[in-house]
């Protein structure tokens, strides 16, 4: 009757299962993080820098012309396309 504790295999094999399963969940919450990240930086809207005096304008000349900023001597040539 040896008095000293007997190694035993099953408690190697949950240490063993244990290690896998904390790896893996590691791998999935570093994945979330990351695909996290992608989405919130590609969400698919885009800062314009519009004139200020486009919005109330009736058409898209009289946009151009009243916005600060605008092409000056718009009234001289006007192109239509038909």
Known sequence: ADASPVPSTSSTYHAMIGGVV???VFLLLSLLIVLGHY???HKGT???H???GSDDAPD???AIINAE???AGGDDKKEYFI
Do not use: H, P
Request: proline content about 0%; overall charge neutral; hydrophobic content about 45%.
């Open 22 to 24: 904390a790896v893996i």
């Open 39 to 41: 989405l919130i930086r």
């Open 46 to 48: 885009y800062l314009t």
């Open 50 to 52: 519009e004139a200020k």
């Open 60 to 62: 898209a000349d009289t």
């Open 69 to 71: 900023g605008g092409q």
